[in-house]
């Protein structure tokens, strides 16, 4: 902790030794106020952290090394604004730390990434696939894993692809684990864009009964039209299991971390597949107001047989359905205000919740979210610096 308050004086005072050495120090502050309500009758409200962009400080900066070389670094420490603690107290660095080597056939990064998924939000939804009001954000989005190679390729006629390549890091007893695979392709030809994001996750061959692989999936597709943008897309993924916050409010392989890049394999719902349709539009009013709307649905599904025989049943009463409305207004180049309201239904055997980019500190669990239907409501304001 010590390191942190050390790192975060050196961001407040020393702005021209860090411009001196090529050095941008960065951040954002994001606070809402959230209200969730069940058809339970049970509601909650609370001051959380983090609906678009979650709290953070950065530092980034980039080397010419001349030949077409260049060095480039980052290092961004998550925070709970509303509380002024650390979003990960076990990390220093909890949302990225890596090094890369831009050249003229593409750029290497090596350490902690985000995900392809994460980072490819502002062509999935109006809300960039963040707030209460994404039904996307509901199921889950993989956001980072450790030691992570990667290469991004330069844009050629409108397109560009990206490999994610988690090292398991085997050794003395954890031999077994595998890679985490990411692939994505984004074709972006004004007004159009379309692309893929995937990732793959093996489970850990010494503890693994259920061979079943962590698969995530996601098409996407949006047109500019003027002033606005029509967006859809479709996710399949079995990365949904339950714990005692609701009957889908976990997850198989952690969306953030996860040890040795692998997971036990003991899960046995990973044979449960879903797939989620989502359609979203906006519309710019003026040059400072934008609005959009969202309707999403989480259908679950068996997909036929299991590889390891088990037969999960009927998954006809296991998916949710889900729509939101909201607005951002720009007070200035940086300072941003926002508000959605937004309506989940989930069905008998489902429980899903509202979530935002940091998971609110303030929501409901277990009965109140199982079958139910939340309504829920954000007002917050975002400041970059």
């Not at 980039?62 to 650390?86: C, I, P, R």
């Not at 450790?146 to 050629?156: A, E, K, V, Y």
Request: net charge positive; hydrophobic share 35%; proline share 3%.
């Amino acid at each position: 902790m010590k390191v942190k308050y050390l790192f975060a004086c050196v961001a407040v005072a020393c702005p021209a030794f860090a411009a001196a050495q090529g050095v941008t120090l960065y951040g954002n502050f994001d606070e809402y106020i959230g209200y969730v309500r069940s058809s339970s009758g049970a509601h909650v409200t609370g001051l959380n952290d983090g609906a678009i962009l979650r709290s953070r400080l950065g530092v980034r900066g980039a080397e010419d090394l001349g030949g077409g070389l260049q060095l480039k670094y980052l290092l961004e420490l998550g925070l709970n604004a509303d509380s002024g603690t650390a979003a990960d107290s076990s990390r220093l660095f909890d949302r990225q730390s890596w090094i890369g080597l831009a050249t003229k056939a593409g750029e290497l990064r090596a350490g902690r990434q985000n995900t392809e998924i994460f980072m490819i939000g502002g062509a999935i939804d109006y809300t960039e696939r963040t707030t209460f009001g994404s039904v996307i954000n509901s199921f889950g989005i993989p956001s980072r894993y450790d030691n992570d190679l990667s290469w991004r390729s330069p844009r050629i006629g409108g397109v560009e692809a990206t490999v994610h390549y988690a090292l398991p890091e085997n050794g003395g007893t954890a031999r077994g684990n595998h890679p985490i695979w990411q692939l994505a392709l984004d074709y972006t030809r004004a007004p159009f864009r379309f692309g893929y994001v995937g990732l793959q996750a093996s489970p850990n061959d010494a503890t693994a009964t259920v061979r079943e692989k962590i698969r995530y999936h996601n098409l996407y597709a949006n047109y500019r039209y003027g002033q606005g943008t029509l967006y859809a897309a479709f996710v399949r993924s079995n990365n949904s299991t339950a714990n005692a916050n609701g009957n889908n409010a976990g997850t198989i392989l952690s969306n953030v971390s996860t040890p040795n890049n692998h997971f036990p394999g003991t899960d046995l719902n990973a044979g449960r597949y879903y797939h989620i349709w989502q359609v979203s539009a906006d519309y710019r009013i003026d040059a400072r107001l934008r609005v959009g709307a969202l309707y999403g649905v989480i259908d679950a599904r068996s997909d036929g047989a299991r590889s390891d025989g088990v037969t999960l049943g009927s998954a006809a009463q296991g998916g949710a359905r889900g729509a939101s409305v909201g607005g951002y207004y720009d007070l200035s180049r940086r300072t941003l205000l926002y508000g959605f309201a937004a309506w989940l239904k989930n069905d008998p055997a489902a429980g899903f919740r509202f979530s935002s980019s940091a998971g609110p500190s303030a929501n409901l669990a277990g009965d109140d979210v199982n079958g139910r239907r939340l309504t829920g409501l954000q007002l917050g304001i975002l400041h970059r610096f």
